[in-house]
């Protein structure tokens, strides 16, 4: 299991990561205007009075989707389709060799 991290953390990770991934950020974004206030809603709050890891785990889900669609949208720019390829670029594109033509 995951070492817990603070809901503080998770929240400015996240953040970054929004402004990493985001090439038309801005900070009215509607995910930036809620995480800001949550963490100000939370700040001198004692965790008891509220379900912590409830709110770990969904801000952890949200942190790892968002970092799982940055994946995927370099993975669509990487291999998207560019008009018909050779063999040997499709061979290339994943990995492989064609063995050598013998006349």
């Not at 929240?11 to 970054?16: D, W, Y």
């Not at 985001?22 to 009075?49: H, I």
């Not at 670029?89 to 060799?97: F, I, Q, R, W, Y």
């Amino acid at each position: 299991m995951a070492a817990r991290r603070s809901i503080f953390s998770l929240c400015r990770e996240i953040l970054r990561k929004i402004k990493e991934t985001e090439s038309q950020f801005a900070s009215k974004d509607a995910t930036w205007s809620y995480l800001k206030r949550f963490m100000r809603e939370r700040k001198g709050v004692p965790a008891g009075l509220y379900d912590r890891g409830r709110e770990e785990r969904t801000l952890a889900a949200f942190l790892q989707y968002i970092t799982s669609s940055a994946i995927h949208r370099d993975l669509i720019q990487q291999y998207q389709k560019k008009g018909e390829r050779s063999v040997e670029e499709s061979a290339h594109l994943v990995g492989l060799k064609l063995p050598q033509e013998k006349n």
